[in-house]
């Protein structure tokens, strides 16, 4: 039997590998990674929904199927998490919102029962903040995550839950969701690697809450979070609408972020240099500006407030009567709101953002207009760029840095905000850390249809700069 730190920093492949080579069985991994989760999830909080016994059955049934030779699936035995937003039927999902703590789902989200399909085996979901509505993961239902590497420190959001938990090696892999840096946010903030996927590559069928508005929709990606860019690659195989086309890197361009006017840490400008120096060694390179960056965080700021927040309130809610402004000052003055600060203060701002009439036409000429320019720069270039201007800050920084009524969004978000506004696919890794020991990934973003090289660049980038470390 191999020793419980081998099995914890497996990733997903090596545990597959693991249980049908007859190393350990599936009950044996699943046990270890339910200590884990119990020993860790007290200081962290990151699962907020256990379905323990159920997942030990399923590894159980998993081990006699491999002992008869009827294994089916690349995922067969292998126990994964799932954010809170996807449905997995007779859990919860809840949002995060008191009003909805005891919402048990009949069905599965469609990228579950795909997964579900190739063996996975769920222990349990993870936190958000609520709606998946802010960058740092706190709710007035289960709490605050916090990040493993420094307890004091933000994991990100909303896909926080899940990025805490890959990073304590909890679990084999986990998925997230990105509309604003969702899945990118934690996988730079813990350490690990995560995948957004592009424009409508993968159904958000069974996902809360639904995005009905289509601008809304493009900048949604759904993905992996996972310890190795492998697994990612996987993972997006089982739930992506559409395989995969064969793409060589050596055919591409390679641009890697050079210092601008927007801010950025010393440590994460050092990082891009060492890793512009490693792949101008392998690839062709060039450290050009990058066409579009400028305006796509206020692109991306008026296409979340296009309806003024009222679809989030009215969730949120539950009715056309909840007030925001109330809520907030409710919760800052005597914490009895039912809605977090986090947010109401966000719907305040939807509200103050919401783009008129003539800003729509404005907005939809210009989109379609970066539609084409995009499709064309990025035909045979990949980029390479940071996530956020720092690693992990204290709890709140990020909330502040974001939300904040001075519209500082615009010097951080444009990193974030840049492919989910165009709706592409973009990969971070882990690539170094700070002064501090906080990691600090980079994001590899491409075009829809060029996955393949993006995740053939991750590897790269894994195997020169050391990827997954568990935090522990």
Known sequence: ???????????????????????????????????????????VNFLVEECFATA?????????????GVARG????????????????????????????????DDDAEVVRKLKAEGAIIVGKTNTPELCFCQETD?????????????????????????????????????????????RFPSHFNGVIGFKSGNRQVSQVGS???????WQERMLGIGPIAKSVRDAKLVYSIIADNPMEKKEVSDFIINVFRTTAFPLSDESV?????????????????????????????LWQEIMSIDGGESIREIAY?????????????????????????????????????????????????????????????????????????????????????????????KYMPFVAYANTWGLPALTVPIGKDKEGMPIGLQIIGKNGNEDAIFSLGSFLEKHFGGYSRAV
């Open 1 to 43: 039997m191999k020793n419980v730190s081998s099995v914890l920093d497996a990733d997903a492949w090596t545990i597959r590998e693991m249980i049908v080579n007859g190393e350990m069985t599936s009950s044996q991994i699943t046990s270890l990674y339910i200590e884990q989760i119990k020993e860790k999830n007290p200081s």
């Open 56 to 68: 030990m059955e399923e590894a159980e049934q998993a081990d006699i199927a491999i002992a008869e």
């Open 74 to 105: 690349v995922l067969f035995g292998v126990p994964i998490s799932m954010k809170e937003s996807f449905h997995v039927a007779g859990m919860k999902t809840t949002g995060g919102l008191i009003r909805r703590k005891n919402d048990i789902q």
């Open 139 to 183: 709710n007035k239902l289960h709490g605050r995550t916090n990040n493993p590497w420094n307890l004091h420190r933000t994991a990100g959001g909303s896909s926080g839950g899940e990025g805490a938990a890959i990073a304590l090696g909890a679990v084999a892999v986990g998925l997230g969701s990105d509309i604003g840096g969702s899945i």
């Open 208 to 214: 809360f809450p639904y995005v009905d508005n289509a």
């Open 270 to 298: 050092k990082l891009l240099n060492d890793v512009y120096l490693a792949v101008k060694n392998s690839y062709m390179t060039e450290r050009e500006p990058l066409p579009l960056l400028d305006e796509s965080a206020l």
């Open 318 to 410: 539950g009715n056309a009567k909840g007030n925001p402004v109330i809520s907030y000052i409710n919760e800052k003055t005597k914490g009895t709101a039912d809605i977090h600060r986090y947010l109401s203060w966000a719907l305040i701002g939807t509200s103050l953002f919401k783009p008129s009439a003539k800003r729509i036409d404005e907005i939809s000429d210009r989109l379609d207009e970066g539609d084409k320019q995009l499709d064309e720069y990025l035909e045979k270039r990949l980029i390479i760029m940071p996530v956020y201007h720092k690693a992990a800050p204290l709890h709140g920084v990020v909330y502040k840095e974001i939300f904040s009524i001075r519209k500082t969004f615009m």
